[in-house]
């Protein structure tokens, strides 16, 4: 079982629409989430980092559930510019290794 | 300005040879990393960095090889031993002391083996 499960996607949703994503992750030990913007052929971006009491900035809310493993990512009101795709990222502590990313949710916004 | 560079951004191989990736930072960032991407695919972890002179292996670790001689820099080889190497190559800094504080990437080098 990979340790960061997305749904590649794609989600097709027209201008307006507000669309959500989830992600799991099997390690009960992280303590650090975030989501990234990755548009094509391009390097991630921090979209926002994911609170335990969940945080939202403009469009975006982040959600985290820790009993069940999975964070999620709501945009609202979605345009255009937000085609990418989304990739779910877990840290397991500072001193551990690494980021940990999902492989990313495909999301296409149609006129 | 402050950021993470990484050059070249296209790079061509021929078979059986070796090539180096740089990546330089001056954000003053104490964690290096490097991840590979393959199309359609997540970043995988290569190598990382928590220190100089120290660095660990990741997921991917065959065939490559890094070296952390400075803070600002941490290049990656990539050896004649990687058997599959064309990929889209990423490499990220991040201070590593705080539960919530992010990565930085460079703008990646697509390597091809021609």
């Known amino acids: 079982r990979k340790e960061v499960e997305q749904d590649p996607g794609p989600f097709n949703v027209p201008e307006g629409a507000t669309v959500a994503f989830n992600c799991t992750y099997s390690?009960?030990?992280?303590?650090?989430f975030f989501w990234y913007r990755q548009d094509c052929r391009k390097e991630p971006k921090l979209l926002m980092s994911?609170?335990?009491s969940g945080n939202e900035d403009g469009r975006f809310t982040a959600q985290l559930n820790r009993a069940s493993q999975y964070i999620s990512l709501l945009i609202r009101d979605s345009k255009l510019s937000d085609s990418a795709t989304y990739l779910c990222v877990v840290k397991r502590g500072p001193g551990r290794r690494a980021l940990t990313f999902g492989s990313g949710t495909r999301l296409q916004v149609q006129p | 300005d402050g950021g993470i560079t990484q050059s070249p951004k296209y790079l061509f191989r021929k078979e059986g040879q070796n090539v180096t990736l740089s990546c330089e930072q001056n954000?003053?960032?104490?964690?290096m990393y490097w991840y590979r991407q393959d199309p359609g695919q997540g970043l995988r972890l290569i190598y990382y960095s928590q220190i100089v002179n120290d660095f660990q292996k990741g997921d991917i670790a065959e065939g490559y090889s890094v070296s952390r001689e400075k803070k600002e820099s941490f290049p990656l080889t990539v050896t004649s031993a990687q058997k599959n190497p064309t990929a889209f190559y990423l490499c990220?800094?991040?201070?590593?002391?705080?539960?919530?504080?992010?990565?930085?990437f460079g703008q990646g080098t697509r390597l091809t083996v021609v």
């Open positions: 994911v609170y335990s």
């Open positions: 990220a800094s991040s201070m590593d002391r705080g539960l919530n504080t992010e990565a930085f």
């Open positions: 954000l003053n960032h104490d964690a």
């Open positions: 390690n009960s030990a992280s303590q650090s």
